[in-house]
């Protein structure tokens, strides 16, 4: 069992930015990959970012390359998303997950969660 909770969000005006956390608990979080999803109203759970176990590898969506930044401090069993020049498509919930097997970019290959985080950019 794994438990991620998410926090962080927030409502952002556009060209702002935030910081999300995701405070992990259970399995062994240092040698875990983590990776970061989001999902707006009516659209398909979306790909961010994803970094491997010791914080060696990233990689990150298209849509939000040179913007997002992910990183991770095992010591706190927490992984971050610094998210910068803020975009209103970037307005969803944002939900952390744990990496099971597989594709990293493919939300099929997570198999823990947590409950999301709301990030609103609105003026």
């Known amino acids: 069992q794994v438990q991620l909770v998410e926090s962080g969000g927030g409502v952002v005006q556009p060209g702002g930015s935030l910081r999300l956390s995701c405070s992990a608990s259970?399995?062994?979080?240092?040698?875990?990959?983590m990776g970061w999803f989001r999902q707006a109203p009516g659209k398909e759970r979306e790909f961010v970012a994803v970094i491997s176990w010791n914080g060696g590898r990233t990689y990150y969506g298209e849509s939000v390359k040179g913007r997002f930044t992910i990183s991770r401090d095992n010591a706190k069993n927490t992984v971050y998303l610094q998210i910068n020049s803020l975009k209103r498509e970037d307005t969803a919930v944002y939900l952390c997950a744990a990496h099971r097997v597989g594709n990293y970019f493919s939300s099929s290959s997570y198999d823990y969660w947590g409950q999301g985080t709301q990030v609103t950019v609105s003026s």
């Open positions: 259970g399995r062994t979080f240092s040698t875990t990959t």
